[in-house]
Structures are given as C-alpha cells and as structure tokens.
C-alpha cells in the first residue's frame, strides 16, 4: 500500500488522465481504511460517481488489473458490475450513443414522465455535447457532434410539447448558440437522411461499442441508486391539514389506523387502554417510506405526545416533527431525517363523557 502510494496519488485531480490503477487503488484504500465491507462499499461508489462524472476525460483500468481485482474478497462479494466497469473501456462513441438515446426519450413526451426527469435530461444533453464537443479529436467525431446538435435544435418543439403535456409553465428551449458547434470536416462529410436522423454509416459507428456501453450505464445506474444512501435525506411534507375521522374501540389496549399523506403511507397508533400510565400518555406515529432504493419500504418510527382536549365532541391535536430520525437498511446506515409539520384531526361521531 505504501508503494501503491508514493507511485499513484488518487487525491490529485480528476481532471488528469490517471493512472492503468486508479480503480484498484480506489478500492483497496477504501476496504483498507473502513475494514468493513459496508463502509466500503460506501466509499467505492462515492468515488465510482465522481469517475462516471468525469468519465468523458478519464480512461479506466486494463482487463489484467481487472483480473487481479476479481482475487479481492470486496469484488467477490459484490459481484459483477466493478469488475464489468473495469473491462469496459470508454470510448468518445459511448458518449455520443449516450446523447443520441437522450434525445430519443425525449421525442416521445410520455405524460407520466416527471417534471424533474426531463428537466435533467435535457441538462445532462446539453452539457454532454459540450463535453463531447470539447473533446472531439477526429473529423468522424467531429461531424458526429454537428449532428447531434442539429437534432437537439429540433427537438426544442418537441421539449415544449412535454413540457404542456406535464402541465409545467414552458421553460427557455434549448438554444444552439449556448453549444459551441464543432466546424465541419474538411476531408469527410455525411450525408444527411431524408428524416433528420442519423445515416446509416452513422449509426455502424455508434453500435461499434453497445454492448460494453450498456455495461457501462448499468454500473451507473447501480451506482446512483446506492448513492441515495451517501448522504442524508431531508423529507419534508408540506400540506398542512389532514382530518381522520375515526371510532376506536375504547376496549382495546391499542388502535392502529393508516392512511396515505404527502406521497408516504402513514399508521397511527392510540393507546386508549395502555398497560401503564406512561403508555396512555403516549400515541405513536409511523410512516413508510415508498422508494425504489429501499426494499422493501422501512418503517421511520416516532413517538409524540398526545396532550389533547375535547372540543365540541372532537379531539383536536398538532403533530410537529421537526428532527424525526429513521434507520434505512443502507450500506452505510446513514440517517433519514423527515421533517413533517401538519395538524391531525380526530372525530368522533358522538360527545364523549369527561370519564371517556
């Protein structure tokens, strides 16, 4: 490890074109500092993101290290995807098919596309062409990045169309001008289709690599979902009021109800005949978080206390849950914290008695 580190500094810059062992380097500082697989796992995807970030400008290891990285008891234990991303080199054309698949999502408006969704596609076509552009060495790659532009143009009718079908106010489509345009070639010129799209030589070239690109962007995909649980999350509802009109059986020791707010599903517990004091003093508070990343969904659990007065046959009780915390079953175990603020009311369909 000490020679790995006088030879190799992965703390430099990822700007720099690094080293044939930058990922096994990654990976052996990460299980040699945490000696927990878990915490490890953490780490190695943190910097997994920044590479994938980075990637139109860095170049990954070879398949011989890939192989010695398969001896590793970490890589072992997770399986595939590392070792798939160190073999699969990436190439200026993956980043150009990147583009190209970007732009044909987004000539198909789906309605149940979210708003979020195709605002970060069209952020992530963007800058990918500049990078794409910045980085075009060849005459093919260069008349490649023309094209592309070209189709982004057109597609600003078809971004605005999503946009109205999502019921957004339209956003500024994307203008050329903000993209540098890569000059055409001098000793190659493609031939344009009758539909706009790409000529076949065109698409030849950027299926060379398909199968390692669709390696390539199922590590990433994996990587963003586990990277939802490299920071901490701040959950917060919103909507204010919330009225539950319910009947507990006042002979049980506890009553459990749910229901659905704020996009969570929630279980609220009353303990009208508690085992102790302390225990009808107290109601309890669950709610579900519904994500992909967690499965299956994990129950953040709060306790609140009911100081309630009945009001003209009604309870009427103010829940606020400033610094509520839940485990995730996470790699790292980071927290959750969900800020929740609404006013819960609870009626009953007769008066109740000062004794009830």
Partial sequence: ?????????????????????????????????????????????????????????????????????????????????????????????????????????????????????????????????????????????????????????????????LENINTRASVQPIIAEKIPSAPPSPRRSLKTSTSGNFTEEDQNLLGQLQEQNKRLLKVEETAQSLAFYCSPKTLTVKKTNLEISITPPFDQRVYKKEFTFGGLMWQLQLYPKGKTEKERGYSSLFFKLQSPHIQPPNSVYTRIEINSQLLNGSIQETFVCGSTYGYAKAFDQKKLRAKIDFKLKISFPTPLSASE
């Fill in 1 to 161: 490890a000490k020679n790995w580190r006088d030879k190799h500094c992965i703390f430099t810059s990822l700007e720099a074109r690094p080293s044939s062992t930058l990922l096994e380097l990654i990976m052996y500082n990460a299980y040699s500092r945490h000696k927990n697989k878990d915490a490890a796992y953490a780490t190695i995807f943190k910097s997994f993101l920044k590479l994938i970030a980075n990637y139109p400008k860095l170049g990954l290891i070879s398949h011989s290290t890939s192989k010695s990285l398969g001896k590793m008891p970490i890589v072992q234990d997770f399986g595939n995807p590392i070792r798939n991303l160190a073999m699969a080199p990436v190439h200026w054309v993956e980043i150009a098919q990147h583009a190209q698949r970007l732009i044909t999502q987004l000539e198909m408006p789906d309605p149940l596309a979210s708003s979020v969704t195709s605002t970060l596609k069209k952020a992530d076509l963007v800058r990918i062409i500049q990078l794409l552009t910045a980085n075009a060495q060849t005459d093919e790659e260069s008349s490649l990045t023309s094209r592309l532009l070209q189709q982004v143009v057109r597609l600003e009718d078809r971004i605005e169309e």
